[in-house]
């Protein structure tokens, strides 16, 4: 126990003090009644103090160099500290701090304590093994009687942990707790940022890059979600180690990545990044035994295209990745204004799509496929139109592809099916001794419908139509997209009683061996392999021997868009079943189907 001539024990013991939990008590409480406290009560007021979990310090009172001296401490001092009493008694309380001690504080500090006032204040302490802690301290200073200040009271808190947690906490909502690069959020102020800068001073021009991935859904699709973790893990790396120092980058989500490329002077430093970047991606990855290659579409903007918020940034730079991505795989493409013009009537074709079903402007055509033997008509395929009201007519390929991302082309397959069926069953009934059938496309999207056979079956129920006549088609690459599922998928609907038929064979990478198993009444060779007769002798070569193979499996084969004498011709000779094409008549409406029909049948 600390005796001087203060008699701080017996002051500091007081209990008229309240020292726990805090110092509220008014100091001109002290009076000399203290002293005449039981002996008993100032005995067990010390053990509080020895005892208590915060460190409590108590020191004279000369702020200037050499600082105060160590009075007293307490056990938590040394629990926290690890210094005994007897190795701080007279020390100043600068052994605690260190180099990374902001000796800011200490200014507000010595402030406060000089005017009489309470301070409260954390910084970076140091214990006896040199390890840093967060030390929160609350420093009162005590008067005695006279109402001078004698002394230093100090209770010390260890507030690590408190610290660490916050500073987790600001740090997860900021960083991808995937890669460890920023996030999203702090991303979009970043940028935020950069763009008030850059309104500001016009010298400073910034680069911004939106980076996504060329095939990572296979990686995680086939290789599964913990290597695809891995793979952007080691991804993220490559990125922030083909960018400069004073860079920002950031993942957004997904296989998206974005840059900011800071306080661009020549805009070759932006095409070299992304070009480092490219490069980088390219490199194999080993993971486990497997090697994979990658490689990423970037998209890229600056500054100077007067953007006032960041989301129209990011929309730009994200259009230029998508004009990336349809160049081929690891590309780049400036953003530029004619992009924005073509996302522009992009947005809106798809929302006058969205209205072109219940605005009844859609129309099936209908295309003869003719029996090669005697050149009669064998069925035909229905092609979809769609009667644009200012735009007139629209091709397939013009909005196909967007119904397709869109998702719309379930509900607008529905409706094609639904119109076939009904086509077919009116001219089954204009021509009942003749077994006309019905080709009708199915895009992807609907094969991967898990209810696709339901609706299918609904239709046929529906419309009563002769379901051995409807002949669905679908594309080689959407048949091996669905992959695992599609030959159950393909056999449900065999079982409905309908039949199916291979779309632009060859021009997808799979082959007759891989396709055997799949219940194929027939194939349609690609109008690519027919355009190659008399032209590509190999390409021929080829038609020839699929046209073989799709017979050994008992498919017949439709040669499609046969256009010229001598492709008929050819086809015949190469034993196809049936053709479809210019030659013998291109897709007409069911009007003029029924007029040419009349004469026939
Ligand atoms: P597809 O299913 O391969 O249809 C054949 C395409 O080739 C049709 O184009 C047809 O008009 C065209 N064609 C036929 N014979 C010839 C010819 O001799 N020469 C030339 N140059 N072309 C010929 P269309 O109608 O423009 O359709 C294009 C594609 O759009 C179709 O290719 C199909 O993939 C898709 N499509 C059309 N209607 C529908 C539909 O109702 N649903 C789905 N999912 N896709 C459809
Ligand atoms: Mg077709
Ligand atoms: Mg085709």
């Known amino acids: 126990m600390v005796t001087n001539n203060n008699s701080i024990s017996s002051k500091i013991l007081n209990p008229e003090t309240k020292i726990f939990p805090s110092f509220s008590t008014p100091q001109d409480k002290f009076s000399d009644s203290c002293i005449e406290n039981s002996q008993e009560q100032i005995t067990l007021l010390a053990a509080a103090v020895h005892s208590s979990h915060d460190s409590i310090v108590i020191t004279t009172t000369e702020l200037d160099y050499p600082g105060p001296e160590i009075v007293f401490v307490n056990q938590a001092f040394t629990r926290m500290t690890g210094y005994s009493s007897q190795e701080v008694m007279g020390k100043t309380p600068r052994i605690l701090q260190g180099p990374n001690t902001d000796r800011k504080v200490f200014q507000d500090l010595k402030e406060k304590l000089r005017n009489g006032q309470v301070f409260f204040g954390e910084a970076i302490n140091y214990r006896k093994d040199g390890t840093e802690f967060y030390n929160q301290w609350h420093i009162e200073p005590i008067k005695n009687s006279l109402g001078e200040v004698t002394h230093y009271l100090a209770i010390q808190r260890d507030v690590t942990d408190k610290i660490n947690g916050e500073k987790k906490l600001i740090h997860d909502a900021f960083h991808d707790s995937l890669t460890g690069l920023h996030n999203r959020a702090w991303f979009l102020q970043a940028l935020q940022d950069s763009l008030a800068k850059a309104n500001e001073y016009q010298d400073y021009i910034f680069g911004l890059l939106f980076l996504d991935l060329d095939g990572f859904k296979l990686i995680n699709d086939t290789l599964g979600h913990s290597v695809g973790d891995i793979f952007l893990q080691e991804v993220a790396q490559r990125i922030q180690n083909s960018i400069r120092s004073q860079d920002k980058l950031a993942r957004l989500g997904g296989d998206e990545f974005i840059i900011i490329i800071e306080d661009v002077k020549d805009l070759s430093i932006v095409s070299e990044i992304s070009h480092n970047i490219q490069t980088a991606l390219q490199q194999p990855l080993m993971l486990g035994s497997q090697e994979i290659f990658t490689s990423g579409s970037i998209g890229i903007t600056l500054s100077t295209m007067g953007y006032e918020t960041g989301e129209e940034m990011v929309r730009d730079a994200d259009l230029a990745m998508y004009r990336a991505k349809s160049l081929g795989k690891s590309r780049s493409a400036i953003f530029n204004k004619t992009m924005h013009k073509v996302a522009v009537k992009r947005l809106n074709l798809e929302q006058d ?86 080709n009708v496309n199915l895009s992807p999207r609907q094969l991967k419908q898990s209810n696709l056979v339901h609706h299918v079956d609904q239709i046929l129920q529906e419309t009563q139509c002769d379901r051995h006549l409807i002949k669905l088609e679908i594309t080689e690459s959407a048949i091996l997209e669905t992959d695992d599922k599609a030959d159950i998928m393909l056999n449900e609907l065999k079982e409905l009683g309908v039949k199916l038929c291979i779309d632009d064979f060859g021009t997808g990478y799979s082959s007759l061996s891989r396709l055997y198993k799949f219940p194929i009444d027939t194939l349609k060779i690609d109008a690519c392999f027919i355009r190659a007769i008399g032209k590509h002798e190999r390409k021929e070569k080829i038609l020839k021997t699929i046209v073989n193979l799709a017979h050994n499996l008992d498919m017949e084969v439709v040669a499609e868009g046969v256009e010229t004498e001598a492709q008929f011709v050819k086809v015949k000779e190469y034993k196809c079943e049936y053709i479809q094409g210019y030659l013998f008549g291109k897709p007409v409406s069911s009007q003029d189907i029924e007029k040419s029909l009349k004469g026939k049948y």
């Open 353 to 438: 799509l969205r209205k072109a079903l219940e605005k009844e402007q859609f129309e099936l055509y209908y295309q003869p496929i003719i029996l090669v033997n005697n050149q009669s008509i064998a069925g035909f395929e229905c092609l979809l139109r769609w009667h644009h009201p200012q735009q007139g007519f629209i091709s397939p390929a013009g909005f196909i592809p967007l119904a397709e991302e869109m998702g719309l082309i379930v509900e607008i397959g529905q409706w094609v099916l639904r119109q076939a069926c009904i086509q077919s069953r009116l001219w089954q009934t204009l021509i009942p001794n003749r077994s006309l059938f019905m």
